[in-house]
């Protein structure tokens, strides 16, 4: 991975690498159909990279863990809301 990095002019140790893949982690959430978006911890720019010269394409958009607890809050909110006032 090392050598193909270095190839496409992307520069990365094998620590990094290594530690870029042990803490990445990308989870496709879907609450509710028609709303989706990607939870991520430990995505960087070397896994980013990882993820290019693999022929992945790396989520344009993604969450940090607190980003994330807020929007779940919100949905829940707004669910709850919407819940209560159809019940009638």
Known sequence: MEYKL?????KAT???IIDGL???LIALI????GIEFYGTSGF???????MEV???T?????EEAASLRKKMRLYCAVRELFDST???
């Open 30 to 33: 879907n609450p509710a159909k």
């Open 44 to 50: 960087n720019s070397v896994v980013r990279d990882i």
């Open 54 to 56: 693999a022929g992945q």
């Open 6 to 10: 270095k190839k496409e002019n992307k």
């Open 58 to 62: 790396p989520p344009s958009i993604y």
């Open 22 to 24: 042990n803490n990445a």
């Open 14 to 16: 094998t620590e990094q």
């Open 86 to 88: 159809t019940a009638s």
